[in-house]
C-alpha cells in the first residue's frame, strides 16, 4: 500500500467565505488527509482572532463530513509554514487562485517554498466561476458598511460577522 497523501491548505481565513468552502472541497478528492492550517497573522489585524477563525472553519467542515469530508482537520499555527508542513508529514500544499493578482505573490511564495524543501509542491486550485471573486477582505468591507454579505459566507459566518460589527459597535459608541 502506498503511504498516505497528506495536502495542507493554508490561509488567513478571516473570516471562512464560500470560495475557501469550494477550494476545500476540490482538495479533499486530491489527498487522502486535508489539513486546513489556520495562520496566527496578526501583523494582518484580523477581524476574528485565531480561535474564531477555526470555530468557524470546523462548522463548515461537520457540515462537509454529511459528505465525504471525513479526512478534514482544521489547525492553527503561528510558525514558518515549511515547518509545520514537515512537522505533519504533508506533500502538498494547496492554495487557490482568483485572479492574475493573485499570481505574482503566489508565484514567489511557491518558489520560496520549493527551496525551503524541493520534496513539497504547491498545487493550484480554481474556485467554480461564482465564488472566484470572493475575498475575505471585501467581505468584510462589504459588511462593515451594512451591505449583504449572505452569497459570499456560510449563514454561520454572516451571523458571527453580524455579531462581532455590533459588538465592535458597542465597543465605539
Ligand atoms: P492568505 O492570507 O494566505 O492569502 P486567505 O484566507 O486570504 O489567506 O486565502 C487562503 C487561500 O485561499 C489563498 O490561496 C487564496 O488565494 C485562496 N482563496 C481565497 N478566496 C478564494 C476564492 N474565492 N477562490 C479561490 N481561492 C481563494
Do not use: C
Not at 1 to 25: E, K, S
Not at 74 to 99: E, N, S
Not at 138 to 147: D, I, P
Amino acid at each position: 500500500m502506498g503511504q498516505l497523501r497528506v495536502g495542507i491548505y493554508p490561509g488567513t481565513f478571516d473570516p471562512i467565505t464560500n470560495g475557501h468552502v469550494d477550494i476545500i472541497g476540490r482538495a479533499t478528492r486530491l489527498v487522502d488527509r486535508l489539513v486546513i492550517a489556520v495562520a496566527a497573522n496578526p501583523d494582518k489585524g484580523p477581524m476574528f482572532n485565531l480561535q474564531e477563525r477555526v470555530e468557524m472553519i470546523q462548522e463548515q467542515v461537520a457540515l462537509m463530513r454529511n459528505g465525504d469530508g471525513s479526512h478534514i482537520e482544521v489547525r492553527p499555527f503561528d510558525k514558518l509554514l515549511m515547518h509545520f508542513v514537515q512537522d505533519l508529514g504533508a506533500t502538498l500544499i494547496l492554495r487557490g487562485l482568483r485572479a492574475v493578482s493573485d499570481f505574482e505573490y503566489e508565484f514567489q511564495m511557491a518558489g520560496m517554498n520549493t527551496r525551503l524543501d524541493p520534496n513539497v509542491e504547491t498545487i493550484f486550485l480554481m474556485a467554480s466561476e461564482r465564488q472566484q471573486f470572493i475575498a475575505s477582505r471585501f467581505v468584510k468591507e462589504v459588511a462593515r458598511l451594512g451591505g449583504d454579505i449572505s452569497h459570499f459566507v456560510p449563514p454561520e459566518v454572516a451571523q458571527r460577522t453580524a455579531r462581532k460589527l455590533a459588538q465592535q459597535d458597542r465597543r465605539f459608541a
